[in-house]
Each structure stands twice: as C-alpha cells, then as structure tokens.
C-alpha cells in the first residue's frame, strides 16, 4: 500500500426488509397488523366577515391597524384547525364548532399568533359545521395588541415559537388548560 493512501473503511449498507404483513406494535396493541391508510378530505372555507375588511383596508378611530394583513391572518388560520381538533380529541369535553341551529351567542375563539420581536396578532374567529366533511372559517376581526383579553368563559389557541396553548378566561385570568409542544 501507498504511503499517501489511507485504509479505506468499508461501510455496511443495512436495509431493512418491511414485511407488510408483520404484526408490530402499534398505539393501541403489541401485535397489529396495519391494512390500510385512510386520509378524509376535510374542507375549510375561509370567510372574512366586513368589519375585519373594514379594519384591515381603512383602520379605526386610532387609524389604520398594521399587520393583520389577509396572508397573515390566513397563514394563522390555516394551522388553526388543526390545532383545534388536536384540543378537541385531546380534552374530550371542547366543543370550538357552532353546530345548527345557529346560537344567539355562537362561540368565539381567539387565535393569539406570538411574532419573534413578541408582538402579538389577535384573530377573532367562529368556526361553524356545514357538512360532514366542510367546515367554514370566519375572521370576525384581528388587531395586533400585547394586553388583548379574552371574554370570561372563552377559549383561546396561542402560537408560540415553540408550543400551541389553550387557554380559557376565567374572571379576567388565563387558565392553561392544555399545551402542544413542537
């Protein structure tokens, strides 16, 4: 062997054989065997309701609210449903979907999107069922503000860098009540 040439190491290259057929572990059992992968195609529509179009083009009576521009908000809500269902399924008892008849109050949720520099974007939305499978998304209003509260018996999903809360007013305090971490 060459003085300038060192030992070349000979890597095994492993490939695992999957057998379909196998019974593994899966989250319920020791000894599943998978048979298929079934994807339901959720739809959700995405709704703006005049007054956030007001706010967004034309401001307040404290001028033109910066930030709550359409592709903001929707990249929010676009992770919200998500999250909502995650709660929902999690907790067993959170209902965040109005369901017909339409309520005299229908729920609410603020979508709290934290921003690196921690400012905040707040989104007021309704979701509400339209059928088995569609679903609407409503942004009643959205305002950037530090110090937003929520109304007292209402839910809350905040974004943070590295977690999802929810969260739920109780006498102008907020309860932890779950938490999802990347």
């Known amino acids: 062997m060459s003085e300038n040439k060192r030992p070349r190491i000979k890597k095994e290259i492993s490939q695992a054989i999957i057998d379909e057929d196998a019974y593994i572990e899966n989250a319920c059992s020791k000894n599943a065997k998978k048979i298929k992968h079934i994807s339901d195609n959720i739809i959700t529509e995405f709704w ?22 359409i592709e903001t908000v929707e990249n929010v809500i676009s992770k919200s449903f998500k999250m909502l269902k995650f ?14 008849p339409k309520k005299t109050r229908p729920l609410r949720i603020v979508l709290k999107q934290v921003f690196d520099d921690d400012e905040i974007l707040n989104i007021i939305v309704e979701y509400n069922f ?52 990347y």
């Open 87 to 100: 709660f929902n399924f999690k907790n067993e008892k959170f209902l965040f979907v109005n369901f017909p």
């Open 130 to 181: 339209i059928e088995l499978n569609v679903y609407e998304v409503t942004v009643v209003t959205a305002l950037r503000k530090e110090n937003f509260t929520l109304s007292d018996g209402q839910y809350g999903i905040v974004f943070e860098l590295d977690r999802v809360k929810l969260i739920f007013n109780v006498r102008g305090k907020h309860i932890l009540v779950d938490e999802y971490i």
């Open 48 to 69: 703006i309701d005049k007054h956030y179009s007001i706010r967004n083009q034309h401001g307040d009576d404290f001028g033109k609210r910066e930030g709550i521009d």
